[in-house]
């Protein structure tokens, strides 16, 4: 019997089954479908994939259970948040070469090897030295800034060693992917956590991006931040809006369609898709689908539960800064985060400054800027860090605090800093990482990381190592990846 629908229109050959579990969705259902269809289908999962067990076991021991990556999307200036430079203030106003740092500086080989950005991007070195434009009054390692986050110093591993290659803003793709976006698609971070290791909690998506409002994301790079690429869209991280009622507005059931309808559709569903597993049982692409749907319906149920804040207690409210005005946006997503990692999602990617604007990219007014910003996002960060500590969850948990480069020892304009790939900072805490640390050095000025040097991808092997997956056994066969890509993890900062 044939069973295909007729579709002289489009010629696409759907099934009837298909048509149906496409139906049992709504209509936004209907177009993930047809999505889905144009695209192949959803590939099956690790199964069939050379070099990654079937049970997405761990390669070794992990340390940690999730992640809760937190990227200052912009270029947070490392000369002002996690590493001072008092040289700066000593020799403000006069150009590089005029300092006693200048000809080692200006002649280094990390500048040469470099040169394809300053020839085609956008930003150049600013050579006039511009002075910190906060201090380190109350704590030698956070600037004034910092206040909050400086009360868990014990945590904290501060990496002040970082480098990239991208001097311009698609240094955020970079980031998260490891290669230059001239480079073409890679997968995220994220999607590489998600292929290994697959889910530790069957209703809900092991790969969630949250952010302040419903800005579109990243300025540049934008989704492929967070994208799969080659590892298949069923890697690609899940967007949540900050809204108990519709938090995944595309994925509801409709408004005309009521919950014991749409649980007796799904009964349905699932009877007919255990029938056409029966029949065609080596068809991974079919039960890829099949798994999708269902995900889909459990999360209609639990993602809302899981957004309702209301249901934290006042203390945990105000730990976060939820009780003003300034921090609560950002109280807000980060409690989402640790409620998310607390039911099992295992990498939480979350955005500040997100939208056209990136808006740490402090040209202009960067002590305006960065004091703002600072406020907005500081006592929310030591909010989490504090209550995972409290809950037993954070030596389960890496953190990781990110931007995608620095900015310039030297001034921009009058005011500001430029971008800055040869050296900036991040920090890591939780999830085995050595606490009350800083790892790595700029030169005097803040120039170039000289001292045990970490490219990006540095970072993200060791999130893999801190979660038992070693990089080199992820390899895809017919994607080929350079050595860099699969960097090296910070030894010196794990216990």
């Not at 069923?234 to 059931?253: G, I, M, Q, W």
């Not at 989402?336 to 500040?352: K, M, P, T």
């Amino acid at each position: 019997m044939n069973r295909r629908l007729s579709c002289s229109a489009c010629g696409c050959g759907r099934t009837r089954r298909a048509f149906l579990a496409d139906l049992g969705m709504g209509f936004t259902g209907l177009a993930l479908g047809a999505m889905l269809q144009r695209d192949g289908i959803v590939r099956a999962a690790a199964a069939n994939v050379p070099g990654l067990s079937s049970e997405n076991k761990p390669h070794f021991a992990p340390k940690a259970k999730s992640v809760i990556w937190l990227c200052m999307l912009g270029g947070v200036s490392h000369l002002e948040s996690f590493d001072p430079k008092p040289e700066l203030n000593k020799h403000a106003g006069k150009t590089l070469a005029e300092t006693p740092y200048g000809a080692a500086i200006l002649g280094s080989p990390y500048v040469k090897a470099n040169v394809r950005e300053l020839v085609a991007g956008q930003h150049k070195i600013q050579p006039k030295i511009y002075p910190m434009q906060t201090g380190y009054t109350k704590h030698p390692v956070f600037s004034d800034w910092w206040p909050e986050l400086s009360t868990c110093e014990s945590e904290l591993a501060i990496v002040r060693s970082m480098w990239t290659t991208d001097n311009d803003h698609t240094a955020q793709y970079q980031l998260h992917t490891g290669r230059h976006i001239f480079d073409g698609a890679h997968p995220s971070l994220g999607a590489w956590v998600h292929y290994g290791l697959g889910s530790l909690n069957d209703s809900l998506p092991q790969f969630l991006v949250l952010s302040v409002g419903e800005t579109p994301g990243p300025c540049c790079g934008g989704a492929g931040n967070h994208g799969a690429s080659y590892l298949g869209p069923e890697h690609a991280a899940v967007r949540l809006k900050l809204d108990a009622k519709t938090p995944l507005p595309y994925a509801t059931a409709g408004a005309d369609v009521s919950e014991a309808e749409q649980v007796r559709e799904f009964e349905l569903l699932r009877e007919l898709n255990g029938l056409a597993g029966s029949q065609y049982p080596a068809d991974a692409n079919l039960r890829a689908r099949a798994k999708s749907y269902e995900l889909a319906f459990r999360m209609q149920r639990t993602v809302p539960e899981l957004l309702r804040l209301d249901d934290e207690t006042e203390a945990t409210r105000r730990l976060y800064g939820a009780d003003n005005a300034i921090t609560r946006p950002f109280a807000n997503v980060l409690l989402s985060a640790r409620r998310l990692v607390e039911r099992g999602v295992r990498f939480v990617q979350v955005y500040h400054g997100d939208g056209p604007a990136s808006l740490w990219d402090a040209h202009t007014k960067l002590r305006e800027n960065h004091s703002k910003l600072c406020r907005e996002v500081d006592r929310p960060i030591a909010g989490l860090l504090k209550d995972l500590k409290q809950r037993g969850l954070l030596d389960e948990t890496l953190v990781v605090w990110t931007t995608e480069f620095g900015r310039t020892p030297g001034a921009e304009g009058s005011d500001g800093r430029d971008h800055h790939p040869y050296g900036f900072s991040v920090w890591l805490a939780g999830g085995g990482v050595k606490g009350g640390m800083v790892h790595g050095a700029t030169d005097e000025l803040g120039f170039h990381a000289v001292e045990h040097r970490h490219y990006v991808t540095d970072l993200h092997a060791t999130v893999l190592r801190q979660l038992g997956l070693d990089p080199r056994q992820l390899e895809v066969p017919g994607h080929k990846r350079l050595e860099i890509d699969y960097g090296k993890p910070i030894a010196e900062i794990l216990s």
